[in-house]
């Protein structure tokens, strides 16, 4: 299933030539073909086909129980496929940042030993993370944050630290659950910002889940829209345009 | 030190001095994981174990006419409790019960099948020793074989420390980094179940797991840092049981019991100095009071 086959007939034609458009000249960062899985015997998700490229911020929305975040774990390589394949850029550098951490909330670990452990740097002398000037703890404003504990850090500063780590890796493809669900990340409109300081100036390809459909209209490039499988894509003004929302989910309520 | 002089309690001393540190640091990773009660049952199916290692010994001893090198039977001892290990983890992932359920079956069964074998053999009297542990059970042979595990587990948890933190911190984090996580996990069950099986002769089945647990549990209390905190455990693990051993030996005490009460006594010390640390908790947001709560189900001390 190509981009935009779903859309209504008279649309066919203009979606196909944006999805032309949106592929010309430019190689894929991350392409999936048929894929399919799950939890147990049920399938979370299948035959999902898509596509990110570099420098575009891709969304993923869906109802709840579409299977969003789980594909967002197969692609990060968490759980294994049962169908279909991935193809990667070759030698793609990847970060994903989970909807929320499931560590143990107690236990003492500060974010310069947590940024050492995500790095790779030395575990027992996270000095560095201050000697150095780090861009992405620069711009996320975890540089004050060194000495805390996780545990002890709001919801928001938390995220900021994890979405810290994952840029410091210095990723091509960045993949994102759930980034602003509730949590005073930067202020919705400075995320917006950020993701598209990314994009445009790091040439990043983001792939985003969110409920936020206010946030994914005026943030994306590009929309899929997953109800265990791909019901539509294309730019936002055309995925989401109220009536096939409507549709789309009235068609697929969610289970449960 | 006029208690060096004597043999059994150098060899007891040996033994804490090896088992204690590392016990201790690898408890940090198994309360932070919710593993305390797979050492317990783990210790508990040793009893099998130990049941198996006399059998082996009078077998030897009536069919051949030699005895067993010394540390032979702690070495097959060591097996039987990788094999259970191994066992339960692999029922675990299967799914079909839970994991509690597991190790709850396979504990009794192993308690009532090692009570069986002792019953048999006449040796019923060995039952209190491998309870509760004894001061003159390690042979030199024992203490080697100590050595040996002790050593090899320093050496796998020194090189893959990193990765072992990270799945700590977050199993999909590590699995996103490409860390072999499920590899990685049986290979901390095994070290586990190897470390129990050689501080079971000292503390006996019933208590070794708090050689595990209540050094990390302290060092929780008074480490500002993870760092610390490894740190910690393995120094209170290293004198909670050394003392213990002396304690015993001064005092007339089982060494078991002395040793698991040492330990606690080091718990208690931590808490004491838990408020003086106070400063460092100031800073804590509102942030953390929500997430405590909804990791226990008890009111965290903030919300009361």
Redesign the interface.
């Known amino acids: 299933m190509g981009p935009g086959s779903e859309q209504g007939s008279e649309g066919r034609s203009d979606a196909a030539d944006v999805a032309i458009r949106r592929a010309a000249s430019r190689p894929f960062l991350l392409r999936t073909e048929g894929i399919a899985a799950g939890y147990g015997d049920e399938a979370a998700f299948e035959e999902v086909s898509l596509e990110v490229f570099g420098r575009e911020v891709v969304s993923l929305i869906g109802p709840n129980g579409a299977g969003k975040t789980t594909l967002l774990r197969c692609l990060a390589g968490i759980l294994p496929l049962r169908q279909g394949r991935v193809e990667k850029a070759f030698g793609l550098r990847m970060s994903y940042l989970p909807q929320r951490l499931s560590f143990d909330r107690l236990l003492p670990v500060t974010v310069a030993e947590f940024l050492s452990l995500r790095l790779g740097r030395p575990f027992f002398r996270p000095g560095w993370a201050k000697q150095e000037r780090v861009e992405s703890l620069e711009e996320l404003g975890v540089t004050s944050l060194l000495d805390r504990r996780l545990g002890e850090l709001s919801g928001g500063e938390r995220q900021r630290v994890f979405l810290a780590a994952a840029l410091a890796k210095r990723p091509q493809l960045l993949l994102l659950d759930e980034p602003a669900t509730g949590v005073d990340l930067l202020g919705a409109a400075a995320f917006d910002a950020l993701l598209h300081r990314l994009r445009d100036r790091d040439g990043l390809g983001i792939l985003l889940v969110s409920h936020d459909l206010h946030l994914v209209h005026h943030i994306s490039d590009w929309v899929y829209f997953l109800n265990r499988r791909i019901l539509a894509s294309g730019p936002p003004k055309e995925v989401m345009r109220e009536d096939q929302l409507a549709a789309a989910y009235q068609r697929f309520p969610h289970p449960g | 030190m006029d208690f060096l002089s004597y043999d059994f309690l150098r060899r007891a001393l040996s033994a804490a001095a090896l088992a204690g540190p590392v016990c201790g640091f690898l408890g940090v990773f198994l309360t932070?994981?919710g593993m305390a009660f797979f050492s317990d049952a783990l210790a508990h199916t040793a009893i099998t174990g130990v049941a198996l290692g006399l059998l082996a010994e009078g077998a030897v001893e009536f069919w051949f006419g030699f005895a067993l090198p010394p540390g032979l039977p702690s070495g097959l001892l060591i097996l039987w409790c990788l094999g259970a290990a191994w066992l339960m983890a692999s029922l675990f992932e299967s799914a079909r019960w839970r994991p509690d359920t597991v190790m709850a079956f396979c504990f009794t069964g192993s308690v009532a099948f090692g009570v069986l074998v002792l019953g048999k053999l006449g040796r019923y009297g060995f039952l209190e020793e491998t309870l509760f542990g004894d001061i003159n059970a390690n042979s030199w042979g024992d203490v080697a074989v100590l050595g040996a595990v002790t050593m090899s587990a320093v050496i796998v948890l020194g090189r893959r420390?990193?990765e072992f933190?990270?799945i700590?911190?977050?199993?999909?984090?590590a699995?996103?980094?490409?860390i072999p996580v499920r590899r990685l996990n049986r290979i901390l069950v095994l070290l586990v179940a190897a470390v129990v099986a050689i501080a079971l002769k000292l503390l006996g089945a019933l208590l070794v797991s708090a050689l595990l647990v209540v050094p990390a549990a302290a060092a929780?209390l008074v480490?500002?840092?993870?760092?610390?905190?490894l740190v910690f455990a393995g120094i209170g693990g290293f004198l909670g049981s050394v003392g213990g051993v002396i304690l015993s030996f001064y005092l007339d005490l089982p060494t078991g019991p002395t040793i698991v009460l040492t330990q606690l006594a080091l718990l208690l010390i931590a808490l004491g100095l838990q408020p003086l640390l106070g400063h460092r908790?100031r800073?804590?947001?509102?942030?953390?009071a929500?997430?405590?709560t909804?990791?226990s189900i008890w009111p965290s001390s903030e919300s009361r």
Do not use: K
């Open positions: 932070a994981r420390l990193r933190l990270l700590l911190l977050d199993e999909d984090l699995l996103a980094d490409g929780r480490a500002p840092n993870l760092r610390l905190l908790r800073s804590q947001s509102r942030g953390s929500e997430a405590t909804s990791q």
